[in-house]
Nanobody, 120 residues
Framework: QVQLAESGGSLVQPGGSLRLSCAAS????????MAWYRQAPGKERELVAT???????NYANSVKGRFTISRDNAKNTVYLQMNTLRPEDTAVYYC??????????????WGRGTQVTVSS
């Protein structure tokens, strides 16, 4: 059994910063990619950023230069540093990871989400 647990969501003023964390736990053998998605009210879930096991990253155009994804492989944790936040960044942020367990192949796992609200 693998679980992803996000934390760090909050209410923040425009221009502010937040750091999201997502820790993977369970009988993990290897984590391939890790990613952050977000879903705003009335909109489809969209990819925010990804990071591969070797450290290569990819970002949505809307967050380039403002958000930074990183990971700590020793802690099975991925982070999303969000700076210069805008009201349009308001969404539920979800952690996603491709994980191979000790007894199975590579599967896609999701966290339950953490709310980020950018408002004055």
């Amino acid at each position: 059994q693998v679980q992803l647990a996000e934390s760090g969501g909050s209410l923040v003023q425009p221009g502010g910063s937040l750091r999201l964390s997502c820790a993977a736990s369970g009988r993990i053998f290897r984590i391939n990619f890790m990613a952050w998605y977000r879903q705003a009210p009335g909109k489809e879930r969209e990819l925010v950023a990804t990071i591969q096991s070797g450290g290569s990253t990819n970002y949505a155009n809307s967050v380039k230069g403002r958000f930074t994804i990183s990971r700590d492989n020793a802690k099975n944790t991925v982070y999303l540093q969000m700076n210069t936040l805008r009201p349009e960044d308001t969404a539920v942020y979800y952690c996603n990871a491709g994980i191979q367990t000790l007894s199975s192949g590579l599967y896609d796992y999701w966290g339950r989400g953490t709310q980020v609200t950018v408002s004055s």
